[in-house]
């Protein structure tokens, strides 16, 4: 009897709501002990400190007992009630063995909790204390409205409201005029307003500083030019440096993350809850409203500044999408805006509840009356580029010298100061400059003849610009295990006494290159990412003027550099990946044979081809090549398309060496030989293409192709000429 009873109960559980909840707490329940339920009908309401559910019974059946009483903590997958399935609505309760009248009534609470409740000592179910948390409401003066004196969410609600109610009232708002419409503010709008309206009640005050960017601008193109040149994607604005200043300025000086709070007994008290960056992001909704939402980059401090773009990214990126999680907004100490992204010179933001200030950055700009100025004529003047970054800060708790000492800390770090620009660097991989390439004003007014420290700058920077072109390669990255260049001492300006000032007072017309900018402090970045990045050039040891000047213009003009298509790019890897698998085959099947594999000259396939398919489209139909013996079987396999059997038959008859006399084809004379087959191109044409026979001394190659590309361009069809 017993074990069909057993089999008759379903147990109904606090369902799971995401990782980060836990528990939950017993708000109202909707039905009694010996009520019939149907399945799927609401059971009991539950809150969280991130959502308000309703509980659904889990099967149709007759309630029989209740297991957590209104106003308990209960765990997520405890049990709430058990139904009786086998019971049909109308029929009365009975009562399980051994339980008596437990089973009839909710359990009363604890006597500890009744007399919390009746001390009014802040009971409250967890989304009520959130909100209070949120609006500043102290819950020991809120009489609860919840079964046992719970304080709920609309207590606190209430309790903010009348606060309002009770500050002095405002002016009337004046009536709505004919043919207006008033439209209500729904979801995040309606809460961006509750938000300001609470930001009211916070005494705030506002510092300002102009900060130089010259050296920031610098240093970021520098990074990104860095970045580039290492074959890497990432994009570093100003907001990700500056984003980056404020969290190591507020290690140092935490108390601008430091805000207000009430202690349990109404007494003033400061919060210090950690370094916790809000990010303020406009995103466009679905329907072309416009929200501000604020994500937060939590424990910012402990973060590098490679970690700390990449959360910023994807914060970002969640917020545009409108995929925010609850806890992405939770936590802020302190926020940063950036209002001159869109052309706004200063701002002086509002201050949320919770947080020790908010950071905003102006646009970046000359200052007022010199925008119209010619850039020389600014750089005579010593006038550079500012900033305006203001710190609105609650007064509670931080004072304006300390406020004023934070955004100082902000500017010297944004200088250079300590290293800032070096641990950039570091954390990427990528090796800062000893120097910042910074557009500084030279010293002195201009004059009519150069003087003889230009003269010598002048000299100096066609020394440099010559030695990119001869050194360059020297500090390329070439290493695939990203081992260190060797460089060379004549790429620094250093070598030569070229200081910032001097390189931003050379123009670049006099340096005869053909990389972009006005001076070489704008020239020295881009000849850094065209000879010295993953790619090296080293052209000047030919002979021929022409043939140098003509490399130079189109390697620095960036015309060598073409954009493939994402198909494009695909076809190439698909090809590398053949001629890797070819030479690792041969290594692994023939083992202790000679195989000269083109292991490090991978591309020299896919470059082959990519030579055919330009002949090709030239109209020409057959094509000439000799080459060394590293990887010639891949281009013999892939470029001449000789079958694979065909290259590997060599291998295979290993054993018959030295019993073939002459025709003996072992050992490493099978990359003496040639071949000749067709190759088709990328859009299907045909050209034949034949590999010399290449002898023991490569040089003796040369001659032999040009002989027989020049036969093969006689016209045969008239016979051979007496």
Same mark, same amino acid.
């Given at each position: 009897?017993?074990?069909?009873?057993?089999?008759?109960l379903v147990?109904?559980?606090?369902?799971?709501?995401?990782?980060?909840v836990t528990?939950?707490?017993?708000?109202e329940w909707?039905?009694?002990?010996?009520?019939?339920? &149907?399945? =799927?009908?609401p *059971?009991? !309401?539950?809150? @969280?400190? %991130?959502v308000?559910?309703e509980? $659904?019974?889990? +099967?149709? #059946?007759?309630?029989?007992k209740?297991?957590?009483?209104?106003?308990?903590n209960v &765990?997520? =997958?405890?049990? *709430?009630? !058990?139904i009786? @399935?086998? %019971?049909?609505?109308g029929?009365? $309760?009975?009562? +399980?063995? #051994?339980?008596?009248?437990s089973?009839?009534?909710?359990?009363?609470?604890?006597? &500890?909790?009744?007399?919390?409740?009746?001390?009014n000592?802040g009971?409250?179910?967890?989304?009520?204390r959130?909100v209070a948390?949120?609006l500043?409401?102290?819950?020991?003066?809120?009489?609860?409205?919840g079964?046992?004196?719970?304080i709920l969410r609309?207590?606190?609600?209430?309790?903010?409201?009348?606060?309002?109610?009770?500050?002095?009232s405002?002016?009337?708002?004046?009536?709505?005029?004919?043919?207006?419409?008033?439209?209500?503010?729904?979801g995040?709008?309606?809460?961006?307003?509750?938000?300001?309206?609470?930001?009211?009640?916070?005494p705030?005050?506002?510092?300002?500083?102009?900060?130089?960017?010259?050296?920031?601008d610098?240093?970021?193109?520098?990074?990104?030019g860095?970045?580039?040149?290492?074959?890497r994607?990432?994009?570093?604005s100003?907001?990700?440096v500056?984003?980056?200043?404020?969290?190591?300025a507020?290690?140092?000086?935490?108390?601008?993350?430091?805000?207000?709070?009430r202690?349990?007994?109404?007494?003033?008290?400061?919060?210090?809850?950690?370094?916790?960056l809000?990010?303020?992001?406009?995103t466009?909704?679905?329907?072309g409203s416009?929200a501000?939402v604020?994500?937060?980059i939590?424990?910012a401090d402990?973060?590098d500044?490679?970690?700390?773009?990449?959360?910023?990214?994807?914060?970002?990126?969640?917020?545009r999408?409108?995929?925010?999680a609850?806890?992405?907004?939770?936590?802020?100490?302190f926020?940063?805006?950036n209002?001159g992204?869109?052309?706004t010179?200063?701002?002086v933001?509002?201050?949320?509840?919770?947080?020790?200030?908010i950071i905003?950055?102006g646009?970046i700009?000359y200052?007022?009356?010199?925008?119209?100025?010619?850039?020389?004529?600014?750089?005579?003047?010593?006038?550079?580029r500012?900033m305006?970054?203001t710190?609105?800060?609650?007064?509670?708790?931080?004072?304006?010298a300390?406020?004023?000492?934070?955004?100082?800390?902000?500017d010297?770090?944004l200088?250079?100061?300590?290293?800032?620009?070096e641990?950039?660097?570091?954390?990427?991989?990528l090796?800062?400059?000893?120097e910042?390439?910074?557009?500084?004003?030279?010293?002195?007014a201009a004059?009519s003849?150069?003087?003889?420290?230009?003269?010598?700058?002048?000299?100096?920077?066609?020394?440099?610009v010559?030695?990119?072109?001869?050194?360059?390669?020297?500090?390329?990255h070439?290493?695939?295990l990203?081992?260190?260049?060797?460089?060379?001492?004549?790429?620094?300006?250093?070598?030569?006494?070229?200081?910032?000032?001097?390189?931003?007072?050379i123009?670049?017309?006099?340096?005869?290159?053909?990389?972009?900018?006005?001076?070489?402090?704008?020239v020295?970045?881009?000849?850094r990412?065209?000879?010295?990045?993953t790619?090296?050039?080293?052209?000047?040891?030919?002979?021929d003027?022409?043939?140098?000047?003509?490399?130079?213009?189109y390697?620095e003009?960036?015309?060598?550099?073409v954009k493939?298509?994402?198909?494009?790019?695909?076809?190439?890897?698909?090809?590398?990946?053949?001629?890797e698998?070819?030479?690792?085959?041969?290594?692994?099947?023939?083992?202790?044979?000679?195989?000269f594999?083109g292991e490090?000259?991978d591309?020299?396939?896919?470059?082959?081809?990519e030579m055919?398919?330009?002949?090709a489209?030239?109209?020409?139909?057959?094509?000439?090549?000799?080459?060394?013996h590293?990887?010639?079987?891949n281009?013999?396999?892939?470029?001449?398309?000789?079958?694979y059997?065909?290259?590997?038959?060599?291998?295979?008859?290993?054993q018959?060496?030295?019993?073939l006399?002459?025709?003996?084809?072992?050992?490493d004379?099978?990359?003496?030989?040639g071949a000749?087959?067709?190759?088709?191109t990328?859009?299907?044409?045909?050209?034949?293409?034949?590999?010399a026979h290449?002898?023991?001394h490569?040089?003796?190659?040369?001659p032999?192709v040009?002989?027989?590309?020049?036969?093969?361009q006689?016209?045969h069809?008239?016979g051979?000429p007496?």
């Open positions: 009897m017993g074990s069909a009873l057993e089999q008759t147990s109904v559980t606090l369902p799971e709501m995401g990782e980060s528990e939950g707490s017993i708000v909707r039905k009694r002990v010996g009520d019939f339920v &149907a399945e =799927g009908d *059971l009991v !309401e539950v809150t @969280t400190d %991130k308000d559910v509980v $659904p019974a889990t +099967a149709s #059946g007759v309630i029989t209740i297991l957590a009483g209104e106003g308990t &765990a997520v =997958g405890s049990v *709430l009630a !058990e009786d @399935t086998s %019971k049909q609505e029929a009365q $309760p009975s009562a +399980a063995p #051994g339980n008596g009248a089973a009839a009534t909710p359990p009363s609470p604890p006597p &500890a909790l009744a007399l919390k409740t009746a001390q000592d009971l409250a179910d967890a989304q009520a959130r948390r949120r500043g409401v102290d819950i020991a003066f809120i009489r609860g409205s079964p046992n004196g719970l609309s207590d606190v609600l209430a309790q903010a409201q009348a606060a309002r109610r009770a500050l002095p405002a002016t009337p708002a004046p009536p709505i005029p004919d043919g207006a419409t008033l439209v209500p503010l729904k995040p709008a309606a809460a961006l307003a509750g938000y300001m309206e609470q930001s009211l009640s916070v705030t005050a506002t510092s300002f500083r102009a900060v130089p960017v010259d050296v920031l610098a240093r970021r193109r520098e990074l990104g860095a970045i580039r040149a290492s074959g994607s990432e994009r570093v100003f907001t990700h500056i984003g980056y200043a404020l969290v190591r507020a290690r140092e000086l935490p108390v601008i993350t430091h805000s207000f709070r202690d349990a007994g109404g007494a003033p008290a400061r919060l210090e809850q950690g370094i916790h809000g990010l303020a992001v406009d466009e909704r679905k329907d416009r501000l604020v994500p937060v939590r424990d402990t973060l500044f490679a970690a700390f773009r990449s959360k910023y990214e994807e914060l970002v990126a969640k917020a999408e409108n995929k925010l609850a806890d992405d907004l939770q936590g802020a100490s926020t940063l805006t209002p992204g869109i052309g010179i200063a701002s933001p509002r201050l949320m509840a919770g947080q020790g200030a905003a950055t646009a700009g200052p007022p009356g010199f925008g119209a100025a010619n850039e020389q004529s600014l750089r005579l003047l010593g006038v550079s500012v305006q970054m710190s609105t800060y609650d007064h509670r708790v931080i004072q304006g300390q406020s004023g000492e934070y955004l100082r800390r902000v010297e770090l200088q250079g100061r300590d290293g800032f620009y641990a950039l660097f570091a954390s990427l991989g090796q800062a400059a000893p910042p390439q910074v557009a500084l004003a030279p010293v002195g004059a003849q150069p003087s003889d420290e230009m003269l010598r700058a002048v000299a100096a920077g066609m020394a440099i010559s030695a990119y072109r001869r050194f360059g390669h020297l500090a390329a070439l290493d695939p990203g081992a260190e260049p060797v460089g060379d001492a004549s790429l620094q300006p250093q070598t030569y006494g070229l200081t910032p000032a001097l390189q931003s007072a123009p670049a017309s006099v340096l005869r290159v053909k990389v972009p900018g006005n001076t070489l402090a704008d020295l970045p881009r000849l990412e065209t000879y010295s990045s790619i090296a050039y080293e052209i000047e040891h030919i002979s003027a022409n043939q140098r000047v003509w490399l130079r213009d390697i003009s960036g015309r060598n550099r493939e298509s994402p198909q494009r790019q695909i076809d190439f890897l698909e090809r590398l990946t053949q001629v698998a070819f030479d690792q085959y041969v290594r692994k099947t023939f083992l202790g044979q000679k195989t594999s490090g000259l591309v020299m396939v896919p470059m082959l081809e055919l398919d330009m002949l489209d030239d109209g020409v139909a057959h094509a000439v090549v000799g080459m060394a590293r990887g010639r079987l281009v013999i396999a892939h470029v001449v398309n000789l079958p059997e065909e290259v590997m038959t060599e291998f295979e008859a290993a018959y060496r030295g019993n006399g002459d025709d003996d084809v072992m050992g004379v099978k990359y003496h030989h000749t087959g067709t190759f088709t990328s859009k299907g044409r045909a050209i034949e293409v034949t590999l290449n002898p023991s490569l040089e003796a190659v040369d032999v040009e002989g027989s590309a020049r036969a093969l006689t016209d069809s008239h051979v007496a």
